[in-house]
């Protein structure tokens, strides 16, 4: 800690109070109310902030202390993290033994519950398949069925691999929602020249 022994009980107070974050004004009133006898004048809000600037008369001894704090702080958050490891390691043991155990009970449905937790902590819970009806799909707007369109068929798209006939159902097909009738091609035996 900070050579501080040669500051007055108030000195030290006020240490505290600035290291917890209380204005220069909260300090003072709570250095009068706990030390009124430590001096014939109030502290003023002015009196703590010269103490606290750079040539005051506590701003290097309270650098060292808060720097001394501040490592004692991270020291015990490290103590803590480290120790809510633990505890969070040792409880997820005690759980998957127990979800092993209750695999083994009597009762079908909760071996069936121990089972389906297991599998979906060790193969992750499956994919939920949604099914639209064409009537639901006509009602989404055009960007959510634009978002159904596969990525490989996004890709022929771009690159022009399809036909002219199909890449314009598709873009029909996200507009509207509904593919219109293709468009025979017209039979070169009913042209005549």
């Not at 250095?31 to 014939?40: F, T």
């Not at 099914?131 to 009602?139: E, M, P, R, T, Y």
């Not at 989404?140 to 990525?151: H, S």
């Amino acid at each position: 800690m900070a050579d501080i022994k040669h500051l007055s009980a108030y000195h030290k107070l006020a240490f505290e109070l600035k290291y917890k974050g209380y204005s220069y004004q909260n300090i003072a009133d709570s250095l009068n109310k706990k030390c009124p006898k430590s001096r014939p004048a109030k502290f003023s809000q002015q009196t703590i902030k010269d103490w606290f600037k750079e040539d005051g008369r506590l701003y290097k001894a309270y650098c060292v202390y808060e720097n001394e704090m501040d490592q004692i702080h991270a020291e015990t958050m490290e103590i803590v993290r480290k120790a809510g490891t633990r505890v969070r390691e040792e409880n997820f043991r005690l759980a998957n033994e127990m979800l092993v155990a209750l695999m083994g009970s009597s009762n079908d449905a909760v071996k069936l519950a121990a089972i389906k937790e297991i599998l979906d902590r060790v193969e992750g819970k499956p994919k939920e398949n949604i099914s639209l009806d064409n009537q639901d799909i006509a009602q989404l707007p055009f960007q959510d069925r634009w978002k159904l369109i596969p990525y490989e068929i996004k890709l022929r798209l771009s690159r022009n691999q399809y036909p002219p006939e199909t890449a314009e159902m598709i873009y029909s097909w996200v507009e509207t929602g509904k593919t219109k009738p293709r468009k025979p091609a017209p039979d070169s035996r009913d042209q005549s020249s």
